[in-house]
């Protein structure tokens, strides 16, 4: 990763400081997530946590703007995370924010209020930006013996697509599984696609989901590849490769919840587990049989999900349908994970070994 852009501190040198606390905040469309760690032997250990549904961009996409409900609503929600930045005396932070923030005319004077009302300094990253760090995040759940793997993080506002090319990479990386991925030097091409389950909800309607709301869903999520596709060709380089999928988003960990017959989310059982496409299908079959309230009563899903969850399932099927892949290993991991190997590798610390786990979504 390059030199991280705005908003946080840098040691004068890159020493390693015994007692540095880190804190990495990813503030989304639909969700503001904070994690709170230490450096270790094994990568990190996550000391705090914090996650909660916001829905900041809510009516941004018709309105050009964050309405003043859900600009208050975030608010409090980053009251929570500075305090807890506070009581565990983060000495070194990263804060950004996303897709909602990129796209509203008010962004600005948002990022200001929440300066002025929690003392928070977020940035808002690019695409680009996003893109990497989510990559960072979830790189030592790529299996070591494909050539080719795609990494999408499905967002509220947007979408994250990479591709990795895993074929020309140094052999010690395929052997040594305490060997970390360069992600600059084996990104062979990435967009954002301007739809996310928010906007797609939004959009198509996301409580009374029927099989032919369901496919004008996928044929939009499939025209906005497209280009993409056209402009690189994956489906044809792929073609006889090894490839899969590695999925980092809420919608990708729900789907295995359901599939994995879950009785309570166990990200344990849920970050890492691997699936096949007629698993997904499946699973998105069923949810679009059920009613609102029957996909409100899955223990996976729950209230804040249940309007969004299909539109979420319909993006993965239009990534499917592009590109063929059989396998998707799902990550509850991501930005936040990202941002801290990010800041830790600046800082010195050893970065070899698997991220620890995160103890909430």
């Known amino acids: 990763m390059g030199a991280a852009e705005g908003g946080h501190h840098r040691g004068a040198e890159a020493q390693p400081q015994p007692h540095s606390i880190y804190g990495a905040l990813d503030l989304g469309t639909n969700n503001c997530r904070l994690l709170i760690a230490k450096p270790s032997r094994r990568g990190f250990l996550v000391i705090d946590a914090f996650s ?82 989510a990559v960072s995040g979830c790189a030592s759940l790529l299996d070591r013996n494909c050539d080719w793997a795609l990494v999408f993080d499905i967002g509220g506002g947007s979408s994250e697509l990479i591709w990795l090319d895993l074929a020309g990479l140094d052999n010690r990386w395929r052997r040594n599984l305490h060997d970390r991925i360069d992600v600059q030097n084996s990104i ?81 059982r849920v970050d890492g587990c691997w699936l096949n496409a007629n698993d997904v299908r499946s699973v998105s079959k069923r949810l679009i049989g059920m009613s609102y309230a029957e996909r409100v009563a899955q223990p996976c899903i729950g209230q804040e999900r249940a309007d969004l969850v299909l539109a979420g399932c319909a993006i993965l099927e239009a990534l499917l349908r592009v590109w063929p892949c059989q396998r998707l290993r799902v990550a509850d991991r991501g930005l936040r994970e990202g941002i801290l190997a990010t800041l830790m590798a600046e800082d010195g610390h050893d970065r070899k070994g698997r991220h620890p786990s995160p103890p909430a979504r």
């Open 52 to 133: 909660r549904i916001i829905r900041l961009g809510e009516g941004v996409l018709s309105s050009g703007r964050l309405s003043e409900t859900a600009m208050a609503r975030t608010i409090e929600a980053l009251k929570v995370c500075a305090d807890k930045m506070h009581r565990r005396q983060v000495t070194r932070s990263r804060l950004i924010a996303t897709e909602a923030c990129r796209i509203a005319a008010n962004s600005g004077e948002f990022i200001a209020r929440v300066r002025r009302e929690t003392g928070l300094a977020i940035e808002i990253v690019t695409q680009e930006t996003e893109a990497k760090l």
């Open 188 to 268: 062979a091409a990435w967009t954002s696609l301007p739809i996310g389950v928010v906007t797609l909800a939004e959009r198509h309607g996301g409580r009374d989901v029927t099989p032919g709301r369901y496919e004008a869903m996928v044929a939009d999520v499939m025209a906005a590849i497209r280009p993409f596709e056209a402009q690189h060709r994956f489906t044809a380089r792929i073609a006889g490769a090894r490839a899969h999928f590695l999925g980092t988003s809420g919608t990708v960990t729900t789907i295995s919840g359901i599939h994995l017959k879950l009785p309570v989310y166990e990200r344990s």
